[in-house]
């Protein structure tokens, strides 16, 4: 196995190194380290982006860091190096150890080899560097395709409903709404196949569904002939009249160390082959020793390659002891979060959670590889308290759809039952995003401002890697200020700006970026001419 990866400007330096290209020296007089964790797990965390900053004085003592990201530079010029652990995060890989020393007093850092690739990318700029570095990082394992990546899919389960109203003619007005609004996926959760889950909603008194060994029924996933008697293909092939693609929900087999992997490449291929499927969500995965995440590997490698690149996967991370972010970064976006309208508890949706969840995110995760969630605003009202002021009621209809328009948008929902208020609302948005979208992810998105707290401005700059015109999205949270300014000679050379959406004003003096978004909870959508 590898222990290094370089990647630089040019292309990818792919000879594994030899243990002295293990240490990395600086002569900086003022180094600085940055050293990023995260967290995985979202049904049980909100909080997923953790960074820690040390000045690198002679005096400080070793450290040993286990981290997926750690960045070391020079405090005065911004030039720095990068370090990427292609890896489970640290609490879920099944071999622990530590990722690097780092000797201060003698002004290096020591790769360890503990198994994990490591990945080293050279940057300049700062903090601004870092956010470029990681994207291209990512963007060298898996680049950015239009019109497979950064696609505004749609599932079902959000609702809070699970596989209750799974069945062919839902469905195909799933298809018919889907088209309507401008979904690009129409995608299946848990309850398209003959099999039940532990999830299921058709689970009868004191029946146990499945949550791993799904093979020892070799009937488990054929398509439901109850739900499905004509099987999925009227509802695949309605998608693609409507000029949309289709995904699945699966559950690869975790049992006896995944050892029916080639089983689940083989049945997802067909399914690719022969019905058209391109997206699966892949969920329940358990990562739990060195041969199931090898083996786990290989079945994400087989359909790749059985697939030419065609297939796409979101990785769910929101429980057990799952790939993460950078486990296998190579195969499509990460499934970040399950989060619901619902009265039975207290986990709600809130839109300026998962923006502050996506916006920290975006610091070291390429934003096109961030799967993230805007749900019904109109369901269930009652579930929040009369005077919640950050309710999704709240927020403007479109500035909802907004906060996710810079990931990769997850409609978790049912469109049919969208209000029409709602659908009317989204559907220009969603127009124009898509005219744009590709130039959005074809450089690099940057959050700025404040980290969302509800309160704040905050959002995102995507910069071109070349000539091209950049993009600012900003939001007002609640607060007094209407204006907001933004200093962009740090991301890109612009002298004209153009309100897209949103409600608001913008101009461009001196390289700052100045706006105005007179309602709370708005916000403004810009193009930056060069």
């Known amino acids: 196995m590898k222990k290094i990866l370089c990647i630089l400007a040019a292309g990818v330096c792919a000879g594994a190194l030899n243990a002295a290209d293990e240490t990395f020296a600086w002569k900086w007089t003022h180094p600085k380290l940055t050293v990023v964790r995260l967290q995985d797990q979202t049904d049980r965390h909100a909080e997923l982006y953790f960074e820690t900053e040390y000045l690198l004085a002679r005096c400080e003592q070793k450290l040993e860091l286990t981290a997926p990201a750690v960045f070391v530079e020079d405090a005065l010029s911004g030039e720095g190096v990068a370090f990427f652990r292609v890896a489970p995060l ?19 850092l020591v790769v360890v080899d503990n198994g994990y690739p490591c990945v080293r990318v050279p940057y300049a700029g700062g903090a601004v560097g870092r956010v470029r570095a990681a994207t291209d990082f990512q963007r060298r394992l898996r680049a950015y395709v239009p019109g497979r990546d950064g696609q505004f899919l749609t599932n079902t389960w959000g609702d ?20 309507e609004l401008g979904v690009d ?64 929900w699966y559950g690869p087999d975790s049992s006896n160390e995944a050892e029916h992997w080639e089983k689940d490449v083989a049945l997802l291929l067909g ?7 391109d997206y699966f969500k892949l969920d329940s995965i358990k990562s ?17 390659d059985g697939s030419q690149g065609r297939i796409t996967v979101d990785l769910d991370v929101t429980a057990q002891v799952r790939p993460g972010y950078y486990g296998f970064p190579e195969v499509g976006p990460v499934f970040v979060e399950n989060r619901y309208i619902r009265l039975r508890d207290g986990r709600l949706w809130y839109p300026h959670q998962t923006l502050r969840a996506f916006w920290s995110l975006a610091h070291v995760v390429d934003p096109a590889r961030l799967r993230m969630e805007v749900l019904n605003p109109d369901r269930l009202p009652e579930a929040y308290p009369a005077d919640d002021p950050l309710a999704p009621s709240r927020w403007p209809k479109d500035a909802l759809f907004a906060t996710v328009m810079f990931a990769s ?5 049912e469109i049919q039952n969208l209000a029409p208020a709602t659908a009317a609302a989204w559907k220009p948005l969603v127009a124009t995003w898509k005219k744009h979208r590709d130039a959005v992810h074809a450089g690099y998105v940057h959050p700025v401002g404040s ?14 890697k070349g000539d091209g015109d950049g993009y600012a999205l900003l939001f007002r949270e609640l607060n007094d200020r209407a204006a907001f300014a933004l200093d962009l000679t740090p991301y890109l050379r612009t002298v004209r700006a153009e309100v897209l959406a949103g409600r608001g004003t913008a101009a461009v003096e001196g390289g ?19």
Not at 160 to 179: M, P, Q, S, T, W
Not at 203 to 228: I, M, N, T
Not at 451 to 457: E, K, L, N, S
Not at 521 to 527: A, I, P, Q, T
Request: net charge positive; hydrophobic share 45%; aromatic share 10%.
């Open 288 to 304: 739990e020793t060195p041969l199931a995440l090898d083996r786990q590997k290989r079945l994400m490698q087989g359909l790749l």
């Open 160 to 179: 809070g409903n699970r596989d209750a109203c799974i069945n062919e003619a839902f469905l195909l007005r799933e298809v018919a709404a889907g088209a």
């Open 271 to 277: 399914l690719h082959r022969d019905l058209g499927v």
């Open 409 to 413: 948008p997850l409609g978790w929902f």
């Open 185 to 248: 996926v129409i995608q299946i959760d848990d309850g398209w196949q003959k099999g039940r889950t532990a999830n299921s909603a058709a689970l009868k008194k004191g029946e146990k569904g499945s949550w791993s060994s799904f093979w020892h029924d070799p009937e488990f996933w054929k398509a439901d002939p109850v739900r499905f008697p004509h099987g999925l293909k009227p509802v695949v092939d309605a998608a693609k009249a409507k000029g949309m693609k289709f995904g699945l």
């Open 512 to 530: 700052v970026l100045r706006v105005s978004v007179p309602a709370k909870l708005d916000f403004v959508w810009v193009r930056l001419a060069r």
């Open 451 to 464: 980290a969302p707290d509800g309160v704040a401005w905050t959002g995102f700059v995507a910069a071109p």
């Open 90 to 108: 640290p609490a879920s890989r099944p071999v622990k150890g530590i990722d690097y020393r780092v000797e201060p007093g003698a002004r290096r």
